[in-house]
Every structure is written in structure tokens, then in C-alpha cells.
């Protein structure tokens, strides 16, 4: 599988970069990006995201000559699938230059030799990023990122529901299982292979397994069964208060989204820790909103931009990619009135002006006590739970 | 004028509808095509006019007021049809169906040409009607002088009374046979029922094996 | 041969266009279908022995309920005054894209959905299971309200051939003499014939029931889901194993959808026996049941009327939970985010109006100057190409057009619309123009107008309804292209159905609301053309 050597050579010979670049060779990056168009491929399910996306297009027109086309994407697996086709049918300049990516996708790009790079540590706000305090921006899904990728935006998975409705929120698996019991009917999870349903397995797995080092490794099939014991006893414990009784589920986070919104639901999840309050603001849910985590941490993680090796305008999806690492884009960003993702910045490592941009505020269905964030499993788990799920539970 | 058929033979690959013969028809005169269903009697007629199905092959001379149309478009020829049913284009009307194959010209010349066609057919004021409020007879009258109206130099006719009931039948028959007769219009009908043919009107019969024969 | 010429340019260009495409399309797809370690994963796929046998069911149930009411309706209101009403309310029926409809069904009978907050009411929604239900009863209800006024449509269209309308006149008089009541007239003389030329419809419907993928995301079961909704998942993975399990499963469909036509076909013919007996068994004085029939039409009618209603009002909606009847919030940022990305609605535009203009003068040159034996096998083709299972046949377009490096091209993106087109306007078309009088030409010939006198004032205006409303299918079907657009477009472009479809999986309820709306407009604009293009002052002989 993956492309064959002589392609790889003559795409990576076409690149004008060498792995050590000096900050003059930026310039010529810049100068090179002007006039390109990069076509970035990132989901777009939600108006804010596809807002600032546009917002961003505009700065980078006006700042460095580029046009950013924003195209639309359900599930960046397709991307990577249309990337694969066009590197083996030889096609060298693709349509793809930029793809919003993180976890199994990256994964699997990185495993088929389909990314440029590694670029990251050439894009001059890159000395921002907090690679200390957030370790997932160095390791995507366990899976050393080295530099293929670059970090955008964080991710946690919150819980939210209507603050009138629910007295006390489950601030652990088990409390959600018993939340559950008492609620039948009212709470259930997307159905993997979604990856909020991944998600939501993964933090069951976090929560249930007896020696967490394991976590960190990969597994094999029959090692996975033998630690996934205890997640699978809860879920058994669960299924059947959830909503239809556990024999359907909602197929995205989107849908809980909304069922939560119509009432028919209780608890809905999410990535972004910020979306509650955003959906409070945009007038989309109740103020009584409520945010929680679960109080020994959720799994979070850190979304990336990245550039196929057979991207056409390489030079200017760096300069987009640098643009919004920029404290300025994350400051935005990260502002719940227009998206609300936290940012991949260490504060600390700012000018104290651009430090500034970043004050805090509480607002409305934001989470009031923020807990840790847990490490992703490694990426070889996903495929082995989601068989498993799907095993037990899915016809 | 004067149509002349020579030498004309209708085949369908290798099997022959109709062995070849001639014969001439005068001015005016009128003459009958007898034979039983699927002997080619309407491929005649459809070779004459130019629109034989690409199936069929016809071979043979055709000439009309000595001209060949051989090498004719349907179109050009001036041979009139008519047919069993009157096919009158349903989205016009009556006015404008027989006004379709009239010559060009002056619009009140062809209007007047069109109402006078109207008072013969007994027919006055009908020219806005549309075709399907019609009956039977008067749909007839009013295909034979939508017929009449395009200066055919040769009439068709393929069984035009066989959709009426017999009073009507033979009304349609003077009728028809005498305006032709005034026109002084060569004509060839087609039918099954010898009572169509006109009276002292020459016959020919397409026996077994295509044989073309007169009575 | 006078119109050789006419007749080669005419074969060629279709082959050229058309047929060529379409070939290597599937050739592509056997292909990659034909992988042992694919079907060895598809057939040991879990959830495969369920999703399988309620694919089929789903489609069929679909048909069965479509037929049956699109039959009601015709005997119940044909020859009145209200079928020239019908016809507008079928236009519009037809011209709401089928995801759209489904989304707003959807929203409509779902346990927090409208009708619980009508009828049911209470602080908590009812514990149904409507929408998503398991044995996708949901989604047949869709897949019946959506195809109804399709095979209405294509009644009319059969009514409307030059030879059918006077012969069921001849037909009515004749059984009525024989004292038949109106209803047994019907069942016994006229459904018979109509249906025999309603084989291809019929199948197109069936085969688009049973592999539906956007409907079924949206209404349809989910553990498991149906076939179709695992094959698309599978074809767009990034495993390239998963991509073979994929074209393996559209395989799997294709083949499973040909021996269950082979076994239709079977008990027809051995139920022929016995039809032909309750047909000639004779009179009966069972009338035409017209309160049923009313009161079907009146319940179609209302549905869609608040399936439309629902939409806007969820295009509008900002936080609106059960019980309210009416949203908390009304907010306008979904409509202004539609307005402020034009782009697709134009491009959508654009493709509809030249794909089904190309196809109509390509049918049309077709009809006129290729000899009607040549038919078969073009009827064939588009046939299977309709039948085909739309997944199956974009992955094979998708690997074709990749080669010859056609992906994200805009004539690319106009082939991928332009191929489903060409093919619904010759079926439509064909019957009118096939069953065209020959012997008008004739008489035209006798009146001395040549080819083209004939044609523009003899032929085209007589058959001016069967040519709008093929431009109207024509338009329509390319206004709702997703499987095969997608793939093509590869990212470079974005079409409304596109846009839809991604703004779906996003759960902004309201955006895509708003884009479902715009998405319908458009179609019922052609259609609503049609039918007032299509208006003939003339009426065949009824009664």
C-alpha cells in the first residue's frame, strides 16, 4: 500500500524546501505564495467555523495576495481518500493544498507517505505553540506529529444540557450510567464510527481500564479484549436506559445537538468546550445552559492543518498555515463570539500586546469548572473499538 | 394533367407485394385500387406520394403532367392525401387547418379562398371551431378541401369512407368524387369495399402473388 | 438513405457523449468490484444478512404504497375537472428534492416533531420510534409521498401519446356497454394497459427506493442501516480496503436488485393466468371509489403542504423546544448565510440549463433522424443506467474520469449531469415522439410543407407537453445530482445539493432548512414552466 518510490522521489524532488530552512527562505515563501490559491478542505457543518474561515480568507488576500477557497467537507476521510486516488493515478498537482485533519486521518496520511513536509518548524509562529502545556499538539492520537502537521485549535470532549433540567451533572462515567437510569430514554451517544461516538468509548475505556499506561501503546486484537472488559460491563449496564433503548442511535454529534435543542434529549457532547455558549449566544439554546467535564478529565485533543504532498500551492498553504497560528487568528478564534476554539498558544510566550487579545471572560453555558485534559488513546485502538461496538452492539 | 404509373413494383426484401405494372389516369378521372389487407395497397400509395417506409423498396416510373418525381421531396410534388381518418391537426382550428397548405399570398385572398371552401363544404362559420367538436362527416369535408386548398395536381385517397356509417358513405362519395371530377384531379383510391369505387370508375385488382389485373 | 447523414451524426453524437462515458464508467466500477479479499470482508460484514433484506424491503414497500396511490388517483380524478388542478400540485410535489422532503418529514413526525407537539403535547416529548425507525417505516412513508406524483407524471405522460387517449375513449365506451361500472373499467381494461407502459418508471422507482443513500442518512434505520448508507460509508473511507468492501457491496446491491426483477417478472407471468381470469370474469358494477381517493389526494396534499411549512419554519427557528408550536427565536442568519454564498445556486443553475438543453437536442435529433430500431438499444442503455445503483456507477465514473484527469474540471462536473440527464429526457420522450402519427407527416407531405414546416408546425406544438415536461425532468434531475457531483467535483466545486448535504451533517437545522428551501425552489419553477408551456386548448375526446 501507499504510493511507489519513484513517485515519492519526484514529488518530494519537486519541493522547493530542504528540511532545515532559514528565516530567509521564508521571505521567499511569501514571495513565491503571492497570487496562489489554496483550496482548503475543511469541515464546515457549523455557520461560525464556516464564518471565520471567511474571515480568515479575507485577511490573507489583503495581507499576502492569496485567495483561500473554503471547500466544504462532511468527513475528512474523503479527503484523504481523494488524496490517495490522485497521488497513484500520478495526478501531481491535486486538489487538495490545505486539509483540516487530526487523529486516524492523519494517521493514515502520514502511514501512505501523502504529506508535505515536515514544514511546521520553518512557519515563523510556530515558536508559540504551547508544545509544553499541551502535549497533543507534538502527539496526535499517540502518533509523533514531526512537523506534517500544524497545530490550529484545541479540543476537549464536554458535556452540555439544560441547567433547569438536569440538578446535578455526572462528573464521571459511572454517574453518567446511573444519570442514565434515573433519565430512561433521554440520553444516548453518536454511533461510531462517528468520532464523538469514538469518543465517547474512548473516555468509558479511559475511565474503566485497570492499568492506563496501556493506553499509550499499540494493541493487538486479543490484548485490546482482555483490557476492554470493564468498558464493555458498563456499556452492558447502560444500553438499556439509553434513548430507544440503545438498539438505535443517533448517527452525529450534530443530531444530539439538535435533539437536545428539541427537548428530547438531555445531554448532548462536544469537542469544542466553547460550543455551548456559543449556541446560548447565537440564540440556539436556552441561557440556562450548562457545560461540564467529567471531574477526573476528559479526552482532549489538538486539531491540525496539513498539506498534501501533492499540493499545487505549497508555498501559500504555509503562509495560511503560519497566518493561523498567528496570535491575532487565534485570538479570534478563541473569541466565543465569533468561535470560540481555545487556541494552541502558550500565552506566556506572547508579546504582552498579543497576550491582551486573549483575556478571558464567563460567559453563559460556558464550562465553570475546566478539568484536565487525558492524552488520546493511540490510534490503534479506535479501529479495535469500533469493531468491538459494533460486535456487540450494532444489528 | 395526367398521372402516370410505369413499370411499378412494391417488394419487401425479397418477397414482391406488387409485380410491376403501368397504367395512366386522366384528368379528372378517378381510379380504384382493390385488394385484401396487407397487399400493399397503402405502400402504393405511399410510393407514389414519396414516403415509402425506408422497409420497403419501390421501383418504377411515376410521372405527373410529364414531369418525373423520381427525383422529388414529398413536398414538392403536389399529391394530395387522404385517409381513413381525417387527421386534422388538432391544435388548430378549422380555419387554420385549411388555410395550412395553402399557397402564399396576400392574407385576404387566403381568407376568402378559405371561407368559400367553408360555404361549399356547408360548413359557413365554422372557422374558429377546433376539429374535435366536429362529427365524422364534417371532419371529412373539411380534410378533403384542406387537400383541395394546396393545389394537389394528384389525389390520394387510402379507404377515406371506411370510418363512416353507410348514409354518410355515400353522400362523402359524390361528394368527394365530384369536386375531384371538377378540379379535373387525376385520383387514385384504395379501398376493400368495391361500393367506394365510382360508378363506371376503372378497377384494378392486386391478386395472390401481387398480380395487378383490371376488372 | 435521405437522412443518412442525419442518422450517423445522430448515432455518433450520442455514442460520443453518452454512451461512451457510461461504458468505461462501468467498466471502471467491475473492476474494482471484482476483488476476492473485498467480498470476503462484505460478506462477513455483521451487519450485511440485515441491511441487505431491509434495503429491499424499504424500496419495495416504497413502490408498492406509490403505484397503488398514484393508480387511485388517476382512476379517481382522470377526465374530471380537478385533473388539470392535479397536475400544478403534481408539479410541485415532484420538483421537492427528495433529502429536502426528508428532513421536513422528518421533522414532522418525529417524537419531538411537530405532530407529537400538535396532537400529543405534555413538557416531554412521547417515547415514539417514528423517525430512524428499525423496520423503516419512516422512510418508506417518504419514499411513497416522494414518488407518487412521479408516476403520476409518467401516467400522464403515457395518457398524453398521440394513440393512447382515443383508444381509452374507445376502450370506456365499449366496457361500459358491456356493463361494466366505471371502476371495474378501469381495473379491468385501462390500469392493465397504462401499467404495461409504465415498466421503466416503475423500475427506476423501485431500484432508487432500494439504494437511496441521502434519504436513508436522514429518515432512514440506523442499527443496522440499510445497504446503501454502509456501501456509501464504506466508497468514501479513507481504508483503501474498505473502498473495495464498498464497490463490492454496490455490486452486491446491482445483483441482489436483478434477481428480485428476475422473480417479479416470474410471478407475473404465472400470475397472468389468473389475472386474465378476474379480467374477463366478467362485469362488475364496482365504481370508481371516489371518496377514498379524494380523501388520499386531500391527505397527500396537506403533507407536503406542511412539509413545506416546516421547513420554513425551521429555516427560521432559533431555539425552539417541545412543546412550541411556535420557535422561541426567529433568526435570519441561516437565509443571510445562503444569500452571502451565491456561488452554488448559480453553479447549479448553470449545469441544469445546459445539461438538459444539450439533452433535449441530442433526444430530439435522436428521435427524428435515427430509424426506431436503433431504440432497443439505446432504451437499454439508459434504462441500466438509470437502474444501476447511483454509488455504483459514480465510483466506476469517478476511477474513469481520474484517468483521463477529468476530476475538478468543470466539464467534468457537466458530463457527471449531463450523463443521468440525456437519459430520463429519452425516456420521456419517447413514447410521444415513437407513437407519433406517421401519417400526419404524410398529410403534412400532401399540403406541401417540407421536414422542417412540418416539424415546427405540426409536430413540436402537438407534442409541446411531452417537451416541457422533459426539460422540466431534465432540469430537475440534474438540480439534485449529490453521489456522482461529489465525487467529480474532487473539491474544486461546490453545487446546491453539495452544499446541502455537508451543511446536514453539520446539524445547523436552520441552514439547512434554508438551503433545502432554496434547493426546491428551483425545480418548481421549471415545472410550473412546464405545465403552463405544456397547456394544450386542445383536449382528447373523454366520455
Redesign the interface.
Known amino acids: 500500500?501507499g504510493i511507489s518510490r519513484r513517485l515519492f522521489l519526484a514529488l518530494a524532488a519537486a519541493s522547493p524546501l530542504s528540511a532545515h530552512s532559514w528565516a530567509a527562505d521564508w521571505a521567499a515563501i511569501e514571495a513565491e505564495a503571492r497570487g496562489q490559491t489554496v483550496?482548503f478542505?475543511a469541515?464546515?457543518?457549523?455557520?461560525t467555523i464556516?464564518a471565520y474561515i471567511a474571515w480568515a480568507g479575507q485577511q490573507v488576500a489583503q495581507r499576502f495576495g492569496i485567495t483561500l477557497r473554503h471547500?466544504?467537507?462532511?468527513?475528512?476521510?474523503?479527503?484523504?481518500?481523494?488524496v490517495?486516488?490522485?497521488v497513484k493515478?500520478g495526478?501531481l498537482e491535486g486538489?487538495?493544498d490545505l486539509v483540516w485533519i487530526n487523529g486516524?486521518?492523519f494517521r493514515?496520511m502520514k502511514a501512505d507517505r501523502l504529506l508535505f513536509g515536515p514544514f511546521t518548524e520553518t512557519l515563523p509562529n510556530y515558536r508559540y505553540v504551547d508544545t509544553d502545556g499541551k502535549p497533543t499538539t507534538l502527539f496526535d492520537f499517540a502518533e509523533g506529529v514531526e512537523g506534517l502537521e500544524s497545530p490550529w485549535g484545541m479540543a476537549q470532549l464536554t458535556f452540555f444540557g439544560d441547567g433547569a433540567k438536569i440538578a446535578a451533572p455526572p462528573g464521571s462515567m459511572v454517574e453518567f450510567a446511573d444519570f442514565a437510569k434515573a433519565n430512561p430514554?433521554?440520553v444516548t451517544y453518536p454511533?461510531p464510527?462517528d468520532f464523538h461516538g469514538t469518543t465517547f468509548l474512548k473516555q468509558v475505556l479511559v475511565e474503566t481500564v485497570a492499568d492506563p499506561t496501556i493506553l499509550s501503546v499499540a494493541v493487538g486484537k486479543d490484548q485490546f479484549m482482555a483490557v476492554a472488559q470493564p468498558m464493555l460491563a458498563l456499556l452492558d449496564r447502560l444500553h438499556p436506559y439509553l434513548w430507544?433503548e440503545g438498539?438505535?442511535?443517533?448517527?452525529?454529534?450534530?443530531?444530539t445537538?439538535?435533539?437536545l435543542?428539541?427537548?428530547?434529549l438531555l445531554v448532548a457532547l462536544t469537542f469544542n468546550p466553547n460550543e455551548p455558549a456559543n449556541l446560548v449566544a447565537?440564540?440556539?439554546?436556552?441561557s440556562s445552559t450548562i457545560a461540564w467535564q467529567h471531574r477526573n478529565g476528559t479526552i482532549g485533543n489538538t486539531h491540525f492543518v496539513a498539506i498534501p504532498i501533492n499540493a499545487r500551492a505549497r508555498a501559500a498553504a504555509q503562509v495560511v498555515a503560519n497566518f493561523l497560528l498567528s496570535p491575532e487568528a487565534q485570538a479570534r478564534k478563541a473569541d466565543l463570539r465569533v468561535w470560540g476554539d481555545p487556541t494552541v498558544l502558550a500565552i506566556s510566550k506572547l508579546a504582552p500586546g498579543d497576550a491582551k487579545l486573549f483575556a478571558a471572560s464567563a460567559v453563559q453555558g460556558g464550562v465553570s469548572l475546566p478539568a484536565l485534559a487525558i492524552p488520546e488513546p493511540h490510534a490503534s485502538f479506535v479501529p479495535l473499538i469500533e469493531a468491538a461496538w459494533?460486535?456487540r452492539?450494532?444489528? | 394533367m395526367e398521372l402516370i404509373l410505369e413499370q411499378v413494383t412494391i417488394s419487401l426484401g425479397t418477397q414482391v407485394l406488387i409485380q410491376p405494372f403501368s397504367f395512366a389516369i386522366a384528368a379528372g378521372e378517378t381510379v380504384t385500387v382493390m385488394g385484401p389487407s396487407g397487399s400493399g395497397k397503402s405502400s402504393l400509395l405511399?410510393f407514389i406520394?414519396?414516403?415509402l417506409p425506408?422497409l420497403l423498396q419501390g421501383q418504377g416510373r411515376v410521372s405527373l403532367g410529364g414531369r418525373d418525381l423520381g427525383p422529388l421531396?414529398?413536398?414538392?410534388?403536389?399529391?394530395?392525401?387522404l385517409?381513413q381518418?381525417d387527421?386534422l391537426?388538432?391544435?388548430l382550428t378549422v380555419g387554420e387547418n385549411l388555410l395550412?397548405?395553402m399557397?402564399r399570398g396576400n392574407s385576404e385572398e387566403r381568407d376568402a379562398r378559405m371561407r368559400d371552401a367553408l360555404c361549399s363544404a356547408e360548413l359557413a362559420g365554422f372557422e374558429a371551431r377546433?376539429?374535435?367538436t366536429l362529427s365524422g362527416g364534417q371532419r371529412t369535408r373539411v380534410a378533403l378541401f384542406?387537400?383541395l386548398l394546396?393545389s394537389?395536381h394528384a389525389m390520394?385517397l387510402d379507404e377515406p369512407f371506411a370510418r363512416l356509417d353507410a348514409d354518410l358513405r355515400n353522400s362523402m362519395r359524390s361528394f368527394v368524387f365530384g369536386h375531384l371530377k371538377e378540379r379535373r384531379i387525376p385520383s387514385l383510391l384504395v379501398t376493400h369495399d368495391l361500393a367506394d369505387a365510382p360508378a363506371g370508375g376503372r378497377v384494378f385488382t392486386i391478386g395472390s402473388g401481387g398480380k395487378v389485373a383490371h376488372d | 438513405?435521405r437522412f443518412g447523414v442525419a442518422q450517423s451524426f445522430g448515432i455518433g453524437l450520442v455514442a460520443f457523449l453518452w454512451g461512451l462515458p457510461l461504458a468505461a464508467s462501468l467498466a471502471a466500477f467491475a473492476a474494482t468490484a471484482l476483488d476476492f479479499a473485498a467480498w470476503n470482508s462484505l460478506l462477513h460484514h455483521?451487519?450485511l444478512p440485515?441491511a441487505l433484506p431491509l434495503s429491499l424491503w424499504t424500496g419495495t414497500a416504497g413502490l408498492a404504497a406509490a403505484l397503488a396511490a398514484a393508480l387511485l388517483v388517476t382512476m379517481g380524478f382522470y377526465g374530471t375537472a380537478h385533473w388539470q388542478k392535479l397536475q400544478t400540485s403534481t408539479a410541485v410535489g415532484l420538483s421537492i428534492p427528495h433529502l429536502a422532503f426528508a428532513i421536513g418529514f422528518g421533522f414532522l413526525v418525529?417524537?419531538?416533531g411537530f405532530l407529537a407537539r400538535l396532537f400529543v403535547g405534555g413538557s416531554?416529548?412521547p417515547?415514539w420510534?417514528t423517525a430512524?425507525?428499525?423496520l423503516g417505516l419512516a422512510l418508506i412513508a417518504c419514499l411513497a409521498l416522494k414518488e407518487t406524483p412521479f408516476l403520476i407524471a409518467m401516467i400522464w405522460s403515457v395518457l398524453a401519446q398521440g394513440d393512447v387517449g382515443p383508444a381509452l375513449a374507445g376502450h370506456w365506451r365499449s366496457a361500459r356497454s358491456l356493463g361494466h361500472g366505471a371502476g371495474s373499467v378501469w381495473l379491468r381494461v385501462l390500469l392493465p394497459q397504462i401499467v404495461a407502459r409504465l415498466r421503466w418508471p416503475i423500475a427506476i422507482v423501485w431500484v432508487y427506493g432500494v439504494t437511496v443513500v441521502d434519504m436513508a442518512?436522514v429518515i432512514g434505520?440506523?442499527?443496522?442501516p440499510t445497504l446503501a448508507v454502509i456501501v456509501w460509508?464504506d466508497l468514501?473511507?479513507?481504508?483503501?480496503d474498505i473502498?473495495a468492501r464498498g464497490s463490492a457491496g454496490a455490486m452486491l446491491m446491482t445483483l441482489a436488485l436483478a434477481a428480485a426483477a428476475a422473480l417479479a417478472w416470474l410471478a407475473v407471468s404465472l400470475a397472468g393466468k389468473k389475472m386474465r381470469r378476474f379480467m374477463t370474469g366478467g362485469p362488475s358494477s364496482f365504481g370508481v371509489p371516489k371518496t377514498s381517493t379524494t380523501l388520499l389526494t386531500a391527505a397527500m396534499i396537506a403533507i407536503y403542504s406542511l412539509v413545506l411549512f416546516t421547513l420554513s419554519g425551521m429555516s427560521l427557528a432559533?431555539?425552539?423546544?417541545?412543546?412550541r408550536l411556535v420557535p422561541?427565536?426567529v433568526?435570519f442568519?441561516?437565509w443571510q448565510?445562503l444569500i452571502a454564498n451565491g456561488g452554488p445556486v448559480v453553479l447549479s443553475l448553470m449545469l441544469a440549463l445546459t445539461s438538459s438543453a444539450l439533452a433535449l437536442g441530442l433526444v430530439v435529433l435522436w428521435l427524428e433522424a435515427v430509424?426506431a430500431r436503433w431504440d432497443r438499444a439505446l432504451t437499454i442503455s439508459a434504462v441500466a443506467s438509470l437502474t444501476l445503483p447511483a454509488i455504483a456507477m459514480a465510483s466506476g465514473q469517478?476511477?474513469f474520469f481520474?484517468?483521463l484527469?477529468l476530476?475538478?474540471t468543470q466539464l467534468g462536473l457537466f458530463l457527471a449531469h449531463f450523463i443521468p440527464v440525456f437519459a430520463y429526457v429519452f425516456i420521456v420522450l419517447k413514447g410521444p415522439f415513437r407513437t407519433f402519427?406517421p401519417?400526419?407527416?404524410?398529410?403534412?407531405?400532401?399540403?406541401?410543407?417540407?421536414?422542417l414546416r412540418f416539424w415546427v408546425?405540426?409536430k413540436a406544438?402537438?407534442l409541446k407537453a411531452a417537451i416541457a415536461i422533459a426539460a422540466a425532468v431534465g432540469f430537475s434531475v440534474s438540480m439534485v445530482q449529490f453521489v456522482p457531483a461529489q465525487l467529480i467535483a474532487?473539491?474544486?466545486f461546490?453545487t446546491l445539493p453539495?452544499?446541502a448535504?455537508?451543511?446536514a451533517?453539520?446539524?445547523?437545522?436552520s441552514?439547512t432548512a434554508a438551503y433545502a428551501l432554496a434547493l426546491a425552489v428551483l425545480p418548481m419553477f421549471a415545472f410550473l414552466l412546464a405545465q403552463m408551456l405544456g397547456h394544450?386548448?386542445?383536449?382528447?375526446?373523454w366520455n
Open positions: 500500500m483550496y478542505n469541515w464546515a457543518g457549523s455557520e464556516n471547500v466544504k467537507i462532511a468527513d475528512t476521510a474523503e479527503v484523504v481518500r481523494r490517495r486516488d490522485e493515478a495526478k486538489s487538495v486516524e486521518n493514515a430514554g433521554r454511533a464510527p430507544r438498539r438505535q442511535f443517533p448517527q452525529s454529534q450534530a443530531q445537538k439538535q435533539m435543542a428539541d427537548g428530547e447565537s440564540g440556539e439554546l436556552p459494533l460486535d452492539y450494532g444489528a | 405511399a406520394a414519396g414516403d425506408s421531396p414529398p413536398e414538392a410534388r403536389r399529391v394530395g392525401r385517409f381518418d387527421l391537426f388538432p391544435h395550412f397548405g399557397a377546433a376539429p374535435h384542406r387537400a394546396a394537389p390520394l | 438513405m455483521p451487519q440485515e418525529m417524537p419531538s416531554e416529548p417515547q420510534v430512524q425507525d428499525p442518512l434505520p440506523t442499527q443496522p460509508a468514501n473511507n479513507a481504508a483503501e473502498n432559533g431555539y425552539w423546544p417541545y412543546p422561541d427565536t433568526r442568519a441561516a448565510g430509424p469517478y476511477r481520474l484517468e484527469h476530476t475538478g402519427d401519417r400526419f407527416q404524410a398529410v403534412a407531405h400532401g399540403l406541401n410543407a417540407g421536414a408546425s405540426v406544438p402537438l474532487a473539491g474544486r461546490s453539495m452544499e448535504v455537508t451543511l451533517s453539520g446539524g445547523s437545522r441552514l394544450s386548448r386542445w383536449r382528447l375526446a
